[in-house]
């Protein structure tokens, strides 16, 4: 098992046409992802080395029952796009897509709140997701990753998630799902939303999840472990040494006034029962542990 | 990015919210020509990007010409905070019966606006929100929906200001709201927000931060850049697309991607060094990359070792090496570098390195192992 995608998950690129689109989409179709169609208005049928293109999501969606969607548009036209697929149906959208303005995230978050409930967000500016051995959706190097589980991750950095496949990969632990949920202000998916599905998931037994100084979704996913979950938790977060009110890199990744420091994340994952290890490599190990154990 | 409160003003007024009468200039003399077409007492203003101004003599009030000139000469120049001031804001005198505090700004949790508005402006906000939490109106701003008056009418009524304020307050945080959405702010604080005793309610101060991500939006955003506070490092790595920060230390870290790169930084803290710079090359790690990232850390006098740390994911091993090997043709290193190649066809890539190897250019297995060298040779 795993969450969110599966190997019946079909994927429409919305900018497949694009040098970005293109090269992941097609690293996507290898891997074993259904990417059964692309979108760009000026392009309808034409095809991106057999995968058909059409001119919107409607249609791509009509003609091949795609059900999930994949944007690599340039940030200007990302809010157009996550509405233009959810409008069409779509359940599972991911936007790998970075630089979205704050206030189109704020925007095209509530809208699907409100009018799309059954549509699940993922992103902007994240790695995708990937259910090693089923589907890959997004930039995430799909050889990295051992199929089959007990482990789920959850990571809020691109390249400390794959790490962390990485490293699980090396002690042999399976992974049945990595949901990279993006260092933006207003992710479509959180921490929380993926602590659940995990929990509620029978193939995942123990979940790694990596944090990120900045806002608080780690104290409130912290929060969330201690009152809902029984599955064992190991965690790092980055940033410990993070100057106050620096960016470093992620427009999430921002420290002020004492709150969101990676001391305090640390602090609230520990007292919920989270093993947390002091870099990654230390927080493999304690899963390596925990999956010994379980 | 984060404006002076001149752009501040002038961003509010573009939207309608009343702001006192006021110009910016670097000369005394302008100063006074400024303040005499005003009309006095006018207040001169430091113009930097740090708090704290009032206290470090940053901001006077001048009765006529004479005290303008004084003050002028005085705050140009000035440092404050480490900030030189090269900006001042002469701006007519206000009248102030009382002091308000309004702003708006995402609510990352509840993933709405948050706007929020107290009777007791004109001190530290923090301050107020835990001393006395309850003397601010908070209201959630659902984007979709915008913000109604009536919303807004009631937003205000539960802040207690005067009732004569009401109106004038309305009305300004109408239009800040507008300001906030239209304009890609991430904050829009004015602090204090005057009832002047005649009635009118008023926005004497200005603090403005743009969302860059928006600025395609916005063209006439690019006028900003030249007041953004500048470190030499960082403007070198941005022209190469290199994300930077400037830290003190001796380490120089080059890391692909924004959590490693962080995690870098942590580690070598961990181990007793002290980083010198977060640097984010991005995904890849090509030659052209890495020749700008060592480039960048080569100029940073106070480096004396280097520690690159990459991950390769879709990149692969081979290409990273190779491109580490290229870019340090193509610069003159001074400092050692330590390298920790990990990730896809990592065997392949460090096998390429090994021949190259001398006490110029070492690697390391782990991340810890690779942090614990460079801090040796940093302190060495």
Same mark, same amino acid.
């Given at each position: 098992?795993?969450?969110?995608?599966?190997?019946?998950?079909?994927?429409?690129?919305?900018?497949?046409?694009?040098?970005?689109?293109?090269?992941?989409?097609?690293?996507?179709?290898?891997?074993?992802?259904?990417?059964?169609?692309?979108?760009?208005?000026?392009?309808?049928?034409?095809?991106?080395?057999?995968?058909?293109?059409?001119?919107?999501?409607?249609?791509?969606?009509?003609?091949?029952?795609?059900?999930?969607?994949?944007?690599?548009?340039?940030?200007?036209?990302?809010?157009?796009?996550?509405?233009?697929?959810?409008?069409?149906?779509?359940?599972?959208?991911?936007?790998?897509?970075?630089?979205?303005?704050?206030?189109?995230?704020?925007?095209?978050?509530?809208?699907?709140?409100?009018?799309?409930?059954?549509?699940?967000?993922?992103?902007?500016?994240?790695?995708?997701?990937?259910?090693?051995?089923?589907?890959?959706?997004?930039?995430?190097?799909?050889?990295?990753?051992?199929?089959?589980?007990?482990?789920?991750?959850?990571?809020?950095?691109?390249?400390?998630?794959?790490?962390?496949?990485?490293?699980?990969?090396?002690?042999?632990?399976?992974?049945?799902?990595? &949901?990279?949920?993006?260092?933006?202000?207003?992710?479509?998916?959180?921490?929380?939303?993926?602590?659940?599905?995990?929990?509620?998931?029978?193939?995942?037994?123990?979940?790694?999840?990596?944090?990120?100084?900045?806002?608080?979704?780690?104290?409130?996913?912290?929060?969330?472990?201690?009152?809902?979950?029984?599955?064992?938790?190991?965690?790092?977060?980055?940033?410990?040494?993070?100057?106050?009110?620096?960016?470093?890199?992620?427009?999430?990744?921002?420290?002020?006034?004492?709150?969101?420091?990676?001391?305090?994340?640390?602090?609230?994952?520990?007292?919920?029962?989270?093993?947390?290890?002091?870099?990654?490599?230390?927080?493999?190990?304690?899963?390596?542990?925990?999956?010994?154990?379980? | 990015?984060?404006?002076?409160?001149?752009?501040?003003?002038?961003?509010?007024?573009?939207?309608?919210?009343?702001?006192?009468?006021?110009?910016?200039?670097?000369?005394?003399?302008?100063?006074?020509?400024?303040?005499?077409?005003?009309?006095?007492?006018?207040?001169?203003?430091?113009?930097?990007?740090?708090?704290?101004?009032?206290?470090?003599?940053?901001?006077?009030?001048?009765?006529?010409?004479?005290?303008?000139?004084?003050?002028?000469?005085?705050?140009?120049?000035?440092?404050?905070?480490?900030?030189?001031?090269?900006?001042?804001?002469?701006?007519?005198?206000?009248?102030?019966?009382?002091?308000?505090?309004?702003?708006?700004?995402?609510?990352?949790?509840?993933?709405?606006?948050?706007?929020?508005?107290?009777?007791?402006?004109?001190?530290? #906000?923090?301050?107020?929100?835990?001393?006395?939490?309850?003397?601010?109106?908070?209201?959630?701003?659902?984007?979709?929906?915008?913000?109604?008056?009536?919303?807004?009418?009631?937003?205000?009524?539960?802040?207690?200001?005067?009732?004569?304020?009401?109106?004038?307050?309305?009305?300004?945080?109408?239009?800040?709201?507008?300001?906030?959405?239209?304009?890609?702010?991430?904050?829009?604080?004015?602090?204090?927000?005057?009832?002047?005793?005649?009635?009118?309610?008023?926005?004497?101060?200005?603090?403005?931060?743009?969302?860059?991500?928006?600025?395609?939006?916005?063209?006439?955003?690019?006028?900003?850049?030249?007041?953004?506070?500048?470190?030499?490092?960082?403007?070198?790595?941005?022209?190469?697309?290199?994300?930077?920060?400037?830290?003190?230390?001796?380490?120089?870290?080059?890391?692909?991607?924004?959590?490693?790169?962080?995690?870098?930084?942590?580690?070598?803290?961990?181990?007793?060094?002290?980083?010198?710079?977060?640097?984010?090359?991005?995904?890849?790690?090509?030659?052209?990359?890495?020749?700008?990232?060592?480039?960048?850390?080569?100029?940073?006098?106070? &480096?004396?070792?280097?520690?690159?740390?990459?991950?390769?994911?879709?990149?692969?091993?081979?290409?990273?090496?190779?491109?580490?090997?290229?870019?340090?043709?193509?610069?003159? #290193?001074?400092?050692?570098?330590?390298?920790?190649?990990?990730?896809?066809?990592?065997?392949?890539?460090?096998?390429?390195?090994?021949?190259?190897?001398?006490?110029?250019?070492?690697?390391?297995?782990?991340?810890?192992?690779?942090?614990?060298?460079?801090?040796?040779?940093?302190?060495?």
């Amino acid at each position: 098992m795993s969450i969110f995608v599966d190997e019946n998950t079909k994927v429409v690129y919305q900018g497949l046409t694009g040098s970005q689109g293109r090269y992941y989409g097609l690293l996507n179709r290898d891997y074993g992802t259904q990417v059964v169609a692309g979108t760009n208005p000026k392009k309808a049928g034409t095809d991106v080395d057999g995968i058909p293109v059409y001119a919107n999501v409607a249609e791509a969606r009509e003609a091949t029952g795609a059900n999930a969607s994949c944007i690599f548009i340039p940030a200007p036209g990302v809010k157009s796009a996550v509405l233009e697929a959810a409008e069409a149906g779509i359940e599972f959208i991911v936007a790998i897509t970075e630089g979205v303005p704050a206030h189109d995230e704020a925007y095209f978050y509530n809208k699907l709140k409100a009018d799309f409930p059954d549509t699940r967000l993922l992103g902007p500016n994240c790695p995708g997701i990937i259910s090693p051995g089923k589907a890959n959706i997004g930039i995430t190097a799909g050889h990295i990753a051992k199929e089959g589980g007990p482990v789920g991750i959850v990571s809020r950095s691109g390249t400390l998630t794959y790490q962390a496949l990485y490293e699980l990969k090396q002690k042999d632990i399976g992974v049945t799902t990595c &949901v990279g949920i993006g260092g933006d202000p207003v992710p479509g998916t959180s921490f929380i939303d993926c602590l659940r599905a995990f929990e509620a998931d029978p193939a995942t037994r123990a979940v790694m999840m990596i944090g990120e100084i900045g806002g608080s979704a780690e104290e409130e996913a912290a929060e969330f472990i201690k009152s809902s979950m029984t599955k064992p938790v190991a965690s790092y977060v980055a940033g410990v040494t993070a100057p106050p009110g620096k960016k470093m890199g992620h427009a999430g990744a921002i420290v002020s006034g004492g709150k969101g420091t990676a001391q305090a994340k640390m602090e609230a994952l520990t007292d919920a029962g989270v093993r947390v290890g002091q870099n990654p490599t230390e927080a493999g190990e304690l899963m390596a542990e925990i999956v010994a154990g379980l | 990015m984060d404006l002076l409160e001149y752009q501040g003003k002038q961003f509010f007024a573009s939207y309608g919210i009343p702001v006192s009468d006021g110009e910016a200039t670097s000369s005394v003399d302008e100063a006074v020509a400024i303040a005499d077409r005003i009309g006095y007492p006018v207040v001169v203003k430091a113009q930097v990007h740090t708090g704290g101004r009032g206290k470090a003599g940053g901001v006077k009030l001048a009765a006529d010409a004479e005290e303008c000139r004084t003050h002028a000469t005085n705050i140009l120049g000035l440092d404050i905070k480490g900030h030189i001031v090269e900006i001042i804001w002469v701006e007519r005198a206000s009248d102030i019966a009382e002091e308000y505090y309004a702003s708006f700004t995402l609510d990352r949790s509840a993933k709405k606006y948050l706007g929020m508005l107290s009777a007791e402006g004109g001190v530290e #906000i923090e301050a107020v929100a835990e001393e006395n939490p309850d003397a601010i109106a908070r209201i959630h701003v659902d984007p979709v929906e915008g913000l109604s008056e009536e919303a807004c009418r009631a937003w205000v009524a539960a802040a207690n200001l005067n009732p004569q304020a009401t109106e004038g307050a309305v009305d300004i945080l109408m239009k800040l709201y507008t300001a906030y959405v239209d304009g890609d702010a991430d904050l829009v604080e004015i602090n204090p927000l005057i009832l002047k005793p005649t009635g009118e309610v008023h926005a004497l101060d200005a603090k403005v931060s743009l969302d860059g991500n928006a600025i395609y939006e916005h063209p006439d955003y690019a006028q900003y850049d030249a007041t953004q506070p500048r470190d030499e490092r960082e403007e070198a790595a941005n022209e190469k697309g290199l994300q930077y920060v400037g830290l003190e230390g001796s380490v120089g870290v080059i890391a692909n991607g924004a959590g490693l790169a962080m995690s870098t930084v942590d580690v070598v803290n961990q181990v007793g060094g002290k980083p010198a710079n977060f640097l984010d090359i991005g995904g890849g790690a090509n030659a052209d990359v890495m020749a700008g990232a060592l480039e960048v850390i080569n100029n940073d006098p106070e &480096v004396k070792s280097i520690l690159i740390n990459i991950f390769g994911g879709i990149t692969r091993g081979e290409e990273v090496a190779n491109g580490i090997l290229e870019a340090m043709k193509r610069v003159t #290193i001074d400092a050692p570098i330590v390298i920790r190649l990990d990730g896809t066809n990592a065997t392949e890539g460090r096998a390429i390195l090994e021949p190259e190897l001398d006490d110029k250019l070492m690697m390391e297995p782990t991340m810890l192992d690779a942090a614990r060298r460079a801090v040796e040779l940093a302190q060495g």
